[in-house]
């Protein structure tokens, strides 16, 4: 599915596996694309995980299938529904009619009597450009304090002004914790279906 206002867009299979571009789908991807329908590889990939038992799965249907999952394409969103970790997990993306914004909305119902702890998890690989060979030595990153975004720009590129960012909303009293470190989320296996900090039960 394609989703973009004029200047701002998105492409996802079913899997949940896609790019994001602001201007140039081609030049100007903040995260990278592969032209790979087979293995579809991740570059944005989001995971549950419930606190009080360590069980984990991706809230999209990779990189961590844990249950069935249902997708519905329409036009401006990509919506999936999920059976996860016993919740019922409701995950839709879109663009706003105007601003450049990806927002990925994520609505959880617990059918149990008993009350549920879980973490939410996002990762995304940047590139802001066209190659990640040429891009991604240059990408520089930050927290700004005020607004708890994690920004980043390309410190080389023509456009360098510009600016990627990430935030959360909706959440305000529960603690947000962000690391820009690949290997810190990911851990020295390198493995999407499986990040270190998802699966050693700590915070970053």
């Known amino acids: 599915n394609v989703v973009s206002n004029e200047n701002f867009g998105f492409m996802v299979s079913e899997t949940g596996a896609g790019t994001t571009w602001n201007g140039n789908s081609r030049e100007h991807r903040l995260t990278p694309w592969a032209n790979d329908p087979l293995l579809d590889p991740l570059s ?110 390309h410190l080389m590129s023509p456009n360098s002004d510009c600016r990627a960012f990430a935030a959360v909303a909706g959440l305000e009293s529960t603690p947000v914790h962000v690391t820009t470190d690949r290997r810190t989320f990911l851990g020295d296996a390198d493995d999407l279906s499986r990040p270190e900090v998802v699966t050693s039960r700590h915070s970053l």
């Open 44 to 153: 944005e990939a989001f995971y549950l995980r419930d606190e009080a038992t360590g069980g984990f799965g991706s809230i999209l249907p990779k990189p961590s299938p844990a249950g069935a999952y249902e997708n519905h394409v329409g036009w401006g969103y990509s919506t999936w529904r999920a059976r996860l970790l016993d919740l019922d997990v409701e995950t839709t993306v879109f663009v706003p009619r105007t601003d450049p914004l990806k927002i990925t909305r994520v609505r959880l119902v617990n059918p149990g009597d008993s009350p549920r702890r879980v973490s939410l998890f996002s990762f995304y690989r940047l590139i802001l450009g066209g190659e990640s060979a040429e891009t991604t030595p240059h990408i520089h990153t930050g927290l700004d304090d005020e607004s708890g975004a994690v920004f980043a720009r």
